[in-house]
C-alpha cells in the first residue's frame, strides 16, 4: 500500500473530499478505492503497473480511482477533458493502456476506440461495486504514474512518475507550506497535471485535510467559496489570479469590500505554472492584502523553487530551492554560472521523475552524465532569490498555465487542404501569458480562418487553438533555412 493511502486510516473520520456538494470522508475513499482496486485485480494478484487510464472529472470518483489504481499495483494515466478523441486516442495508444475508465458523459465519446484501438471502455459505475481483494505489497520504486507533457517534439510525452517520487513531490511541499489536518482548500485545475494532482489534491490528503472540488473554473463560484470562510489554502495559475481580479472589479464596492476582507482570511495563496506578472501580484495584495507565494514547477520534477512561507516573498521571483530539491544554474557548455549570470535550470532530487515513457532516447537526452535534469528553463540568481528569465525553446508556449508545443500545433495546421506552410509562436498577454498566434502560407490567395479554426477544434484541444493569425506569401527564415521565430513575433 503506498505511503498516501496507508496515512489515510489515520484520519478514518475526517472529511477528505467535498464533490458536488456532497462529503466523503477518509474511509469512505479508502473503501472506495479498495473495491476499484478489487475490480481491477479480477482475481489477480498485482496489477503489475499496467496502465488504467481513466477520463473522469475533478470528483471524489477521480480520487477513489486513482488511489485504487495504485492500491493495485498499477499505473494511473488520467485523461484530459478538454481533449478531442484523436488527442486521447494518442495518449491512449502511447501508453498502451488496455482499459479505460470513463464517467457516464464520458462512454459514449470514447465508445469508438474500443473499435479502432481495441480498449475496453468502462462506466465508472461497474467499477464501484462492491468487492474485495487481497492487495499486493507496493515497493515505492515502482512506476505509479503517467501525466503527458508538450516539449520540443511535436507529439506529448509520457512523463513516469514512482510512488517515491509522488511522496517526495507532495511531503516537500507539505512541509515547506506547514500543511495541517485543519486545512481546507478548493481545487479548479484540471487534474492530468502536478498542479492539481500534488499541489492541491494529494497535500491535501497526505495531510488529513480536506479538499473540495469545483470541476469548471467559474470567477463568481470561486469568489463565493472564498466568501464563505472555509478556505484556509488557495493555488492556481496566474491567468486564474487575473480572471479573479477582473470579477471583483465588476462588482458594487461594498461587495468588493466584503470579499478582499474574506480573501485576506485564508494563511497561504500559491501562484505557479507560469509567470505571475508583477502588476497581477500587486493587484492581488492590494484588493485582498495577500502577497502570493510563488513558487516554479515541472512536470517532470515536481516542485523545485518556492518563495518563502514565513519568510520573504519577492514580486518577480520564484525563490529557493525547495528542501530535498538540488538545483544548478549553467552556461551553455555546462559551466555553473555566478550570482547575476544567466543559466539553465538543472535539478537533482527524490521529486524527479523516473523517464519518459518508452522513450529511453528522450530521456537519455533529458539529463546530463552525472544525472541532472535539464529543464530548459533560464534563470538568474538576483540579490539571493532566483527569477526565471524564460525558455531556451521558442517552441514551448504557455498559455493559462498550459504547456504547449509550437510544433504539434504546426503538424496538424500543415494537413490542412489550405495550408500550405506555417508557423506558431506564443505572443505576450495580460491574461494568457501567451497566446498561441499561427502564421499562414496559403496554398491559395484566400483563407477562411473560422473554417481553419473549426477544422482544427476537431484535433486539438480549446486552449491549444490559435486566437491570431496573419497569412504571408513566405516565413521569415535565417540563412540555414530555419524559421526565425523571434522575427516573426514582431510581424503580428
Ligand atoms: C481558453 N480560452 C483561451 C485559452 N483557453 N483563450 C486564449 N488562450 C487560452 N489558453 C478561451 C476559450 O476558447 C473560451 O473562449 C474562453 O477562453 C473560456 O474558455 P474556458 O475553457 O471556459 O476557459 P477557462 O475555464 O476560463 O480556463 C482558464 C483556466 C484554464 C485558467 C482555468 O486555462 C486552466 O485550467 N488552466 C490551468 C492549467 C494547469 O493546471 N496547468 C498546470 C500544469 S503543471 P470563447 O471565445 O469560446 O468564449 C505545471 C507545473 C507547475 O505547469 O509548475 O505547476
Ligand atoms: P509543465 O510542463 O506544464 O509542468 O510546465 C512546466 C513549466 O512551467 C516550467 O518548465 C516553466 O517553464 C513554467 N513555470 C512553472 N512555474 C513557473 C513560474 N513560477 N514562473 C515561470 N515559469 C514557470
Redesign the pocket.
Known amino acids: 500500500m503506498t505511503q498516501l493511502i496507508e496515512r489515510a486510516k489515520n484520519f478514518k473520520g475526517r472529511t477528505a473530499l467535498v464533490s458536488h456538494g456532497n462529503s466523503y470522508s477518509y474511509r469512505q475513499l479508502l473503501q472506495a478505492s479498495q473495491n476499484i482496486a478489487a475490480n481491477l485485480l479480477e482475481g489477480k494478484s498485482d496489477l503489475n503497473e499496467a496502465r488504467i487510464a481513466f477520463l473522469v472529472p475533478p470528483s471524489f470518483e477521480y480520487t477513489a480511482i486513482q488511489w485504487g489504481i495504485w492500491a493495485g499495483g498499477g499505473i494511473a494515466v488520467p485523461l484530459c477533458d478538454?481533449h478531442p478523441l484523436p488527442s486521447i486516442q494518442y495518449v491512449l495508444e502511447d501508453a498502451q493502456a488496455d482499459i479505460v475508465i470513463a464517467h457516464a458523459d464520458y462512454v459514449g465519446f470514447l465508445k469508438p476506440l474500443e473499435a479502432i484501438i481495441g480498449i475496453s471502455v468502462v462506466g465508472l459505475e461497474s467499477i464501484l461495486e462492491e468487492s474485495t481483494s487481497e492487495l499486493p505489497e507496493i515497493d515505492s520504486a515502482r512506476r505509479a504514474m503517467i501525466?503527458y507533457?508538450s516539449g520540443t517534439t511535436s507529439k506529448p510525452k509520457g512523463v513516469v512518475t514512482t510512488h517515491a517520487n509522488i511522496e517526495a513531490q507532495i511531503t516537500t511541499l507539505v512541509n515547506a507550506w506547514e500543511w495541517e489536518k485543519d486545512d481546507y482548500i478548493l481545487n479548479?485545475?484540471?487534474l492530468?497535471?502536478?498542479?492539481?494532482i500534488i499541489?492541491v489534491m494529494s497535500c491535501a490528503l497526505w495531510s488529513g485535510a480536506c479538499c473540495e472540488f469545483l470541476p469548471?473554473?467559474?470567477?463568481e463560484k470561486v469568489w463565493s467559496i472564498i466568501e464563505s470562510g472555509r478556505l484556509t489554502l488557495f493555488m492556481?495559475?496566474p491567468?486564474?489570479y487575473y480572471?479573479l481580479i477582473s470579477y471583483w472589479g465588476e462588482v458594487l464596492p461594498e461587495q468588493q469590500k466584503v470579499l478582499s476582507e474574506a480573501a485576506s482570511k485564508l494563511r497561504l495563496m500559491v501562484s505557479?505554472?507560469?509567470a505571475l506578472p508583477v502588476p497581477v501580484l500587486e493587484k492581488w495584495k492590494e484588493i485582498t492584502s495577500q502577497t502570493l507565494l510563488e513558487?516554479?514547477?515541472?512536470?517532470e520534477i515536481?516542485?523545485?523553487l518556492s518563495n518563502s512561507y514565513r519568510g520573504q516573498r519577492r514580486p518577480g521571483h520564484v525563490g529557493l530551492p525547495l528542501p530535498g530539491v538540488e538545483m544548478q544554474l549553467v552556461d551553455s557548455d555546462n559551466y555553473v554560472v555566478g550570482e547575476n549570470e544567466p543559466g539553465e535550470f538543472q535539478i537533482k532530487g527524490p521529486s524527479v521523475f523516473k523517464e519518459y515513457w518508452r522513450k529511453p532516447e528522450a530521456t537519455q537526452k533529458a539529463f546530463t552524465e552525472d544525472g541532472w535534469f535539464i529543464t530548459g528553463d533560464i534563470g538568474v540568481l538576483n540579490n539571493g532569490l532566483y527569477k526565471i528569465l524564460g525558455r531556451d525553446s521558442v517552441d514551448i508556449i504557455?498559455?493559462?498555465?498550459?504547456?504547449?508545443s509550437a510544433l504539434e500545433i504546426e503538424d496538424v495546421l500543415r494537413k490542412h487542404e489550405l495550408v500550405d506552410d506555417c508557423a506558431v509562436v506564443g505572443l505576450p498577454?495580460e491574461?494568457?501569458?501567451?497566446?498561441?498566434s499561427a502564421c499562414i502560407v496559403p496554398k491559395k490567395e484566400e483563407l477562411d480562418f473560422e473554417l481553419i479554426t473549426g477544422w482544427l477544434k476537431e484535433q486539438l484541444p480549446?486552449?491549444?487553438?490559435p486566437?491570431n493569425y496573419i497569412v504571408r506569401k513566405e516565413l521569415p527564415r535565417n540563412v540555414l533555412g530555419k524559421v526565425t521565430k523571434n522575427e516573426l513575433k514582431k510581424m503580428f
Open positions: 478538454l501525466l507533457t479548479i485545475l484540471p492530468h497535471h502536478v498542479h492539481g499541489n469548471k473554473f467559474d470567477a492556481a495559475v491567468t486564474i480572471k505557479g505554472s507560469a513558487r516554479y514547477g515541472m512536470t515536481g516542485m523545485g504557455k498559455s493559462g498555465g498550459y504547456k504547449i498577454d491574461e494568457w501569458g501567451e497566446v498561441v480549446a486552449y491549444k487553438i486566437r
